[in-house]
């Protein structure tokens, strides 16, 4: 891939995230997973915790946000292949000389982008509702991880929308994979509080990660090495992601393209 | 030169059946076709329904790899090259999928001219030219959800168009159309002939391919059973005129009467409710109709007309009475 062509993809990534925003705005299943079912957890958590301090009241903020961004990765992007095949529009996107993966990049980004926004109702929950006056002990630092967050979910997700489409049995687990994910990757308590053969699980996991970076920076004044760390983890996962993805994306639309699974019959 | 080369094209589908005992079923749907269609032509490609036109057209398109043989698109194999064909070529197919229909009919064009990589400036003066092409122009900023099958058709058309590319393929692409909106249609087929796209048209509208393609070939159950002008296919049935007897709940005795009579060259049914027309392909034109009505003796017969043949009589021979 050349320098012009990484032009060309990135302007396409951002015109298929505009899109993609647009086209979801009026659908209720993802006003439900980005907004509502986060509210309902930060709400109930602010009220489990409502004597425990401002800190406390920002680390929901940031888990509830956390699990967010989780439900929409694995329910819109880890859907986003099938929900075109059943619209008629994916024979229209592989038909298209730009790579296959290079939209759903771009369908990705909207999603978690569109998912962060659950953090900001969350802070808002907060601080109006509830009367926190909240403040991050790192801004720059939050923010670094917030970008390096995004990365990593929308890399993590674009293995699972073709691992869901190739393989329908692991699809089935789908909505028991949601809540797991909220406890092991410690979004809404620490995962000290986890039994110790856990702890390896929630390392191989991306948003585990993203929730160190992210709790550490808003809340817990962690130090800058522990940051940095979870920084690096991301950043390799995402690689290592992005790899995988692209391997995988050829394997399911060559397949596809044998099966005859691209529109259905 | 050739825009297209197709040789000995095939593709098998397989099935799994069963729910205890799985078995793999088998189902040829293009058997080793060959052809090819010249830069700037507008080629048909005519066959019932099931008898491997879109899946012809898929291959081509690069949205199914062939089990066999080998389609070349300017030059470029559809399997080995399939990136360096999808930027040469546009495709539809017929019905109202493949748009998104909670966006305007503005933005599903700058969605599609972003993934044919088409510059933001160079878009930006297209898409209002091409919906002012397929008569969108006052529509554009409307949600696709709120428009009829034409519209999203002539909006496919301007989807296809955002790349400029030199091939087309329009796979029934009238279908469900009404006939207002399929002439309209019909019309922006002409344009883009005239526009020297070569174009590869499907349909099973027979008086569709004989006023719009220079040549037609004729497929069924996966084979290409006739290539040549609508002029030409013509002069399969030219030495047969067709009665048409409108009839009312004609009896599978009589039919069977009828197509037994050794003067019938071939006969096809079209139901409509309780009425059905037969078409009689036979050398003997008008004679004929006496012994006709002799073997529909006791049935209720309407309208009975004698007339030349057209492409559609030649398909019917070609295909062997299934429309």
Same mark, same amino acid.
């Given at each position: 891939m050349n320098f012009k062509n990484i032009i060309v993809y990135w302007r396409t990534v951002l015109v298929v995230a505009e899109i993609t925003l647009r086209h979801q705005m009026n659908d209720s299943f993802i006003l439900f997973a980005v907004l509502f079912q986060p509210v309902i957890i930060a709400v109930l958590a602010l009220f489990m915790l409502k004597d425990t301090g401002p800190n406390a009241a920002m680390f929901v903020v940031v888990g509830s946000g956390l699990t967010g961004l989780w439900s929409s990765l694995l329910f819109i992007s880890g859907n986003s292949i099938s929900s075109e095949r059943w619209q008629g529009t994916l024979e229209s996107l592989v038909g298209v000389p730009t790579p296959f993966e290079v939209i759903v990049f771009g369908k990705n980004l909207a999603n978690v982008v569109q998912s962060l926004l659950s953090m900001v109702v969350a802070y808002l929950l907060a601080a109006l509702f509830f009367g926190y006056s909240l403040h991050l002990d790192q801004p720059l630092l939050f923010l670094a991880s917030v970008l390096l967050s995004v990365l990593a979910f929308i890399s993590f997700g674009l293995i699972i929308a073709p691992i869901f489409v190739m393989y329908r049995e692991v699809q089935q687990w789908q909505n028991a994979m949601e809540y797991p994910v909220y406890i092991l990757a410690g979004f809404l308590f620490p995962i000290l509080l986890l039994p110790g053969w856990t702890t390896p699980l929630s390392y191989m996991l991306p948003p585990y990660w993203a929730a160190i970076a992210l709790h550490g920076t808003s809340t817990t004044n962690a130090p800058i090495q522990q940051t940095l760390f979870a920084w690096g983890m991301m950043l390799v996962f995402s690689i290592i992601d992005l790899f995988i993805a692209s391997r995988l994306f050829k394997i399911m639309l060559y397949k596809a393209r044998v099966d005859a699974t691209l529109d259905v019959q | 030169m050739n825009a297209i080369e197709v040789k000995n094209l095939r593709r098998v &589908?397989?099935?799994?059946?069963? +729910? &205890?005992?799985?078995?793999? !079923?088998?189902?040829?749907?293009? /058997? /080793?076709?060959? &052809?090819?269609?010249?830069?700037?032509? @507008? &080629? $048909? @490609?005519? $066959?019932?329904? $099931?008898?491997?036109? #879109? #899946?012809? +057209? !898929?291959?081509?398109?690069?949205?199914?790899?062939?089990?066999n043989g080998t389609a070349a698109v300017l030059g470029k194999d559809v399997v080995g090259d399939a990136n360096e064909v999808r930027k040469h070529i546009g495709f539809i197919f017929g019905g109202e999928r493949g748009l998104y229909w909670r966006l305007s009919g503005i933005d599903n064009l700058r969605y599609f001219a972003s993934l044919y990589g088409v510059q933001p400036e160079v878009s930006k003066k297209r898409i209002p030219y091409l919906l002012e092409m397929v008569g969108l122009k006052d529509r554009g900023n409307e949600r696709v959800e709120g428009y009829s099958r034409g519209m999203k058709q002539r909006l496919h058309v301007a989807r296809t168009l955002l790349h400029d590319p030199d091939i087309l393929f329009l796979d029934e692409p009238t279908i469900g159309l009404d006939p207002v909106g399929a002439r309209e249609f019909r019309q922006v087929i002409r344009d883009l002939q005239s526009e020297k796209k070569t174009i590869l048209l499907t349909t099973h509208y027979m008086f569709e391919a004989d006023s719009l393609c220079e040549r037609v070939g004729v497929i069924d159950k996966g084979l290409i059973v006739a290539l040549d002008s609508p002029s030409e296919l013509k002069r399969h049935v030219a030495d047969l005129s067709v009665i048409e007897v409108e009839t009312f709940g004609a009896s599978a005795e009589s039919l069977e009467r009828l197509e037994a009579l050794p003067f019938v060259d071939s006969l096809s049914v079209r139901d409509n409710d309780q009425r059905q027309m037969l078409l009689i392909q036979t050398p003997r034109g008008a004679e004929a109709v006496p012994d006709i009505m002799a073997s529909l003796d006791g049935q209720r017969v309407g309208r009975v007309l004698v007339r030349e043949p057209t492409l559609e009589d030649a398909y019917v021979r070609l295909v062997g009475g299934r429309v």
């Amino acid at each position: 891939m050349n320098f012009k062509n990484i032009i060309v993809y990135w302007r396409t990534v951002l015109v298929v995230a505009e899109i993609t925003l647009r086209h979801q705005m009026n659908d209720s299943f993802i006003l439900f997973a980005v907004l509502f079912q986060p509210v309902i957890i930060a709400v109930l958590a602010l009220f489990m915790l409502k004597d425990t301090g401002p800190n406390a009241a920002m680390f929901v903020v940031v888990g509830s946000g956390l699990t967010g961004l989780w439900s929409s990765l694995l329910f819109i992007s880890g859907n986003s292949i099938s929900s075109e095949r059943w619209q008629g529009t994916l024979e229209s996107l592989v038909g298209v000389p730009t790579p296959f993966e290079v939209i759903v990049f771009g369908k990705n980004l909207a999603n978690v982008v569109q998912s962060l926004l659950s953090m900001v109702v969350a802070y808002l929950l907060a601080a109006l509702f509830f009367g926190y006056s909240l403040h991050l002990d790192q801004p720059l630092l939050f923010l670094a991880s917030v970008l390096l967050s995004v990365l990593a979910f929308i890399s993590f997700g674009l293995i699972i929308a073709p691992i869901f489409v190739m393989y329908r049995e692991v699809q089935q687990w789908q909505n028991a994979m949601e809540y797991p994910v909220y406890i092991l990757a410690g979004f809404l308590f620490p995962i000290l509080l986890l039994p110790g053969w856990t702890t390896p699980l929630s390392y191989m996991l991306p948003p585990y990660w993203a929730a160190i970076a992210l709790h550490g920076t808003s809340t817990t004044n962690a130090p800058i090495q522990q940051t940095l760390f979870a920084w690096g983890m991301m950043l390799v996962f995402s690689i290592i992601d992005l790899f995988i993805a692209s391997r995988l994306f050829k394997i399911m639309l060559y397949k596809a393209r044998v099966d005859a699974t691209l529109d259905v019959q | 030169m050739n825009a297209i080369e197709v040789k000995n094209l095939r593709r098998v &589908f397989r099935a799994r059946i069963g +729910v &205890f005992r799985r078995s793999i !079923k088998e189902v040829v749907a293009v /058997d /080793d076709i060959s &052809f090819a269609i010249e830069t700037g032509e @507008l &080629f $048909g @490609l005519l $066959g019932p329904n $099931g008898a491997g036109k #879109t #899946t012809t +057209v !898929k291959m081509l398109a690069t949205l199914l790899i062939p089990t066999n043989g080998t389609a070349a698109v300017l030059g470029k194999d559809v399997v080995g090259d399939a990136n360096e064909v999808r930027k040469h070529i546009g495709f539809i197919f017929g019905g109202e999928r493949g748009l998104y229909w909670r966006l305007s009919g503005i933005d599903n064009l700058r969605y599609f001219a972003s993934l044919y990589g088409v510059q933001p400036e160079v878009s930006k003066k297209r898409i209002p030219y091409l919906l002012e092409m397929v008569g969108l122009k006052d529509r554009g900023n409307e949600r696709v959800e709120g428009y009829s099958r034409g519209m999203k058709q002539r909006l496919h058309v301007a989807r296809t168009l955002l790349h400029d590319p030199d091939i087309l393929f329009l796979d029934e692409p009238t279908i469900g159309l009404d006939p207002v909106g399929a002439r309209e249609f019909r019309q922006v087929i002409r344009d883009l002939q005239s526009e020297k796209k070569t174009i590869l048209l499907t349909t099973h509208y027979m008086f569709e391919a004989d006023s719009l393609c220079e040549r037609v070939g004729v497929i069924d159950k996966g084979l290409i059973v006739a290539l040549d002008s609508p002029s030409e296919l013509k002069r399969h049935v030219a030495d047969l005129s067709v009665i048409e007897v409108e009839t009312f709940g004609a009896s599978a005795e009589s039919l069977e009467r009828l197509e037994a009579l050794p003067f019938v060259d071939s006969l096809s049914v079209r139901d409509n409710d309780q009425r059905q027309m037969l078409l009689i392909q036979t050398p003997r034109g008008a004679e004929a109709v006496p012994d006709i009505m002799a073997s529909l003796d006791g049935q209720r017969v309407g309208r009975v007309l004698v007339r030349e043949p057209t492409l559609e009589d030649a398909y019917v021979r070609l295909v062997g009475g299934r429309v």
